[in-house]
């Protein structure tokens, strides 16, 4: 499964995206500030989100939220990112916030556990068939 988030709204404290699950785009997403660390930008703790990249996904439980979730592997200077629901920036410290709609202005989306509902069962599916799934973030 590969999944391809394209960020395309660039704020000074979020950033927001569209995710694509095998070529379809079916979520939008919500990160923090995009410092473009990839270009060697620098990090702020819990304000930053991830670098570009290709990431591999695992399914582990997450002792935070107390049930299996997805995770992004080797992740340049993060650890535990993973994909959940929440609402604007503050609901992640580098993680990826899925919903199905967004307001671009205030950087606020919306169904996000509907986003979740959807996305956790194709993921897992993926990963119990012993499927390889990767995440592009451009």
């Given at each position: 499964m590969k999944l ?11 950033t ?11 979520f ?9 660390l990839e ?9 930053t989100?991830i ?16 049930k ?10 993060f ?10 920036k ?5 993680c ?5 709609s967004?307001?671009?202005r205030t950087?606020w ?5 509907k986003?979740?509902s ?5 993921l ?15």
């Amino acid at each position: 499964m590969k999944l391809k988030l394209t960020r395309d709204i660039f704020s000074d404290t979020y950033t927001l995206g569209k995710l694509s699950v095998d070529g379809k785009e079916l979520f939008v997403t919500v990160e923090d500030e995009d410092r473009k660390l990839e270009a060697g930008e620098v990090k702020v703790p819990k304000e930053t989100a991830i670098p570009r990249g290709t990431y591999k996904i695992d399914i582990t439980f997450s002792p935070k939220y107390q049930k299996k979730m997805p995770i992004l592997l080797n992740v340049p200077g993060f650890t535990g990112i993973r994909i959940h629901s929440g609402n604007d920036k503050d609901d992640t410290e580098g993680c990826i916030i899925v919903g199905m709609s967004r307001n671009e202005r205030t950087g606020w989306i919306s169904e996000s556990r509907k986003a979740i509902s959807i996305l956790y069962p194709m993921l897992f599916e993926a990963h119990d068939k012993g499927e390889p799934i990767t995440m592009e973030i451009v």
